[in-house]
T-cell receptor, first 114, second 111 residues
Framework: GAVVSQHPSWVICKSGTSVKIECRSL??????MFWYRQFPKQSLMLMAT?????????EQGVEKDKFLINHASLTLSTLTVTSAHPEDSSFYIC??????????FGQGTRLTVV | GEDVEQSLFLSVREGDSSVINCTYT??????LYWYKQEPGAGLQLLTY?????DMKQDQRLTVLLNKKDKHLSLRIADTQTGDSAIYFC???????????FGTGTQLKVEL
C-alpha cells in the first residue's frame, strides 16, 4: 500500500511554544489530507480536512487559529499547534487520500506539553 | 447522524477465530473499512467493503455486511498473538471522502 510518513513521532515542548507536525505522502499524490486527534483509549476525532492549495475545513469545536494547517503541495501537509498548553497533549494522526477508495495513515505524533 | 459503535474489548485464545462487530446508523455509507492500530502507532488499513457487497474475504480476514441492520463484522481466522491490537471500523459516506470511525475494539489474544 501507499506510504504516509509523519514527523516527528514524538515531541515534548514547553507550554506556550508552537509545534509543527509534518505529514508526507511518499509514493503518491494526495488530493486530500486529514488530521485527527486521538485521546488514550479513544477513537479518532477528525480535526480538519485539507485540500492542496486551499484553506482547511475545520470540524465543529476545533479552533482554526490554534491548529494551523497548511497543505502547500500534493505530498505535504503540516499541522502547527500554536501556543501549546498541557490540554493539547494528545496523539495526532494524519491520513492522505487520493480521493478514490482508500485513506492511508501516518504513524502518528505523540505530543506532550509540559 | 453519524454514530459508529463497537464493543470495547474482546479476548480470544490463540488459534481461535475472532469476530469484531460494528454498528452504524447512517444508511448512506458507500464504503466501510477495518483498520488495525498497534500501541503508539498509526492505523493500518486491513480491508474494506463496498456497500453493495455483503461479504469480502481476504486471506484470514472475512468481512460481513448486513446493510439492512447496519451491521458490519470482521472475522479473523486462526487468531495469532500478533493480531492483538485495537481494531476500528470506519464508514465513508456518499459524496465525500471523510471517514467516521467507530469507538474501537481492543483485541487481546491469549496463549
Amino acid at each position: 500500500g501507499a506510504v504516509v510518513s509523519q514527523h516527528p513521532s514524538w515531541v515534548i515542548c514547553k507550554s506556550g511554544t508552537s509545534v509543527k507536525i509534518e505529514c508526507r505522502s511518499l509514493d503518491f499524490q494526495a488530493t486530500t489530507m486529514f488530521w485527527y486527534r486521538q485521546f488514550p483509549k479513544q477513537s479518532l476525532m477528525l480535526m480538519a480536512t485539507s485540500n492542496e492549495g486551499s484553506k482547511a475545513t475545520y470540524e465543529q469545536g476545533v479552533e482554526k487559529d490554534k491548529f494551523l494547517i497548511n497543505h502547500a503541495s500534493l505530498t505535504l501537509s503540516t499541522l502547527t499547534v500554536t501556543s501549546a498548553h498541557p490540554e493539547d497533549s494528545s496523539f495526532y494522526i494524519c491520513s492522505a487520500s487520493t480521493g478514490v477508495t482508500e485513506a492511508f495513515f501516518g504513524q502518528g505524533t505523540r505530543l506532550t506539553v509540559v | 447522524g453519524e454514530d459508529v459503535e463497537q464493543s470495547l474489548f474482546l479476548s480470544v485464545r490463540e488459534g481461535d477465530s475472532s469476530v469484531i462487530n460494528c454498528t452504524y446508523t447512517d444508511s448512506s455509507s458507500t464504503y466501510l473499512y477495518w483498520y488495525k492500530q498497534e500501541p503508539g502507532a498509526g492505523l493500518q488499513l486491513l480491508t474494506y467493503i463496498f456497500s453493495n457487497m455483503d461479504m469480502k474475504q481476504d486471506q484470514r480476514l472475512t468481512v460481513l455486511l448486513n446493510k439492512k441492520d447496519k451491521h458490519l463484522s470482521l472475522r479473523i481466522a486462526d487468531t495469532q498473538t500478533g493480531d492483538s491490537a485495537i481494531y476500528f471500523c470506519a464508514e465513508r459516506l456518499g459524496g465525500g471522502n471523510k471517514l467516521t470511525f467507530g469507538t474501537g475494539t481492543q483485541l487481546k489474544v491469549e496463549l
